[in-house]
């Protein structure tokens, strides 16, 4: 969502040295001493090594934020995991990363300065802007890039789950591919409502409507939030709709208007597949 919701390792044993040239000693029995000599040489070592890399890059590390960005993802991985588990929270919150990549991209290739996605629990994750694209053609390819590399993302997923018979990673894909097709739900802020307004502002209504349904069939606690903010969204458009600029924001050619709609419904049937192929009986998704 553009709006605008980070493993053990293995220590290596050291090859044995054989053939000519060497003999085959006893070892002496290791003296606590020297043990704790060691560990204190790998400790100082680690904290020396942490030192230099933090002399070296630590002013880009906090130009970028990353300790912001890394907090948000390891936050929201715990979060997760309440609900399926450690890899469950990792799988998702790194399914959702690459979605939001994908805005990120296509803002900076339109010239428009984006920040790393900052992830919120249960909410996907939100990228910042310093101004909104040019116009309503090129706010809709940033929002379908979002979709577009993430449903890659969960395909990607699904291949090594079928490749390997895992079940978890199938299930892990299905979820991908449904978070990408919630988020075309032609409603702002999610991805659908920006891309739809290279058609007409009117399908917001729509999606509004739709919205509203799912939310009496199936209640949620993010729904409501949703549509609070996406009718907030929708009146404050209506009323600015006489500001200076604001016709030629939402003027797009005919051509444009096609390619949205193409790649938009488009995009919406390849999911609707995706889920239907990747759905596991008794996963619980």
Known sequence: MQQELSLPTAEVEPPALTGSGYRILAP???????????????????LAAAGAFLLKFGALLYKLKIVAVAGSM??????????GGWWFGVGLVGLIFVHEMGHVIALRRQGVPASAPLFIPFMGAVIGMKK?????????EVALAGPVLGSIGAAVVWAVGAHYHSR???ALA?????????NLIPVVPLDGGRAV???????????????????ILRPSPILPLILVIGGLELWRRWRSRGAPGFAN????????????AVAYLGLAALLVLGMSATHVPGSGF
């Open 197 to 215: 307004a290279a058609l007409h502002p009117a399908i917001w209504l729509l999606g509004l409507g739709g919205l509203l349904a799912l939310e």
């Open 249 to 260: 924001y939402y003027r797009v050619t005919a051509w444009q208007r096609t390619v949205v």
């Open 132 to 140: 909104m694209p040019a116009n309503a053609w090129r706010e809709a």
């Open 168 to 170: 978890f990673l199938v």
């Open 28 to 46: 002496e029995p290791e003296q606590p001493v020297g043990r704790l000599r060691a560990v204190g040489r790998r400790i100082w070592g680690m």
């Open 74 to 83: 390891i936050v929201s991985v715990g979060a997760y995991a309440l609900l």
């Open 174 to 182: 299905f979820i991908g591919f449904f978070l990408n097709l919630f």
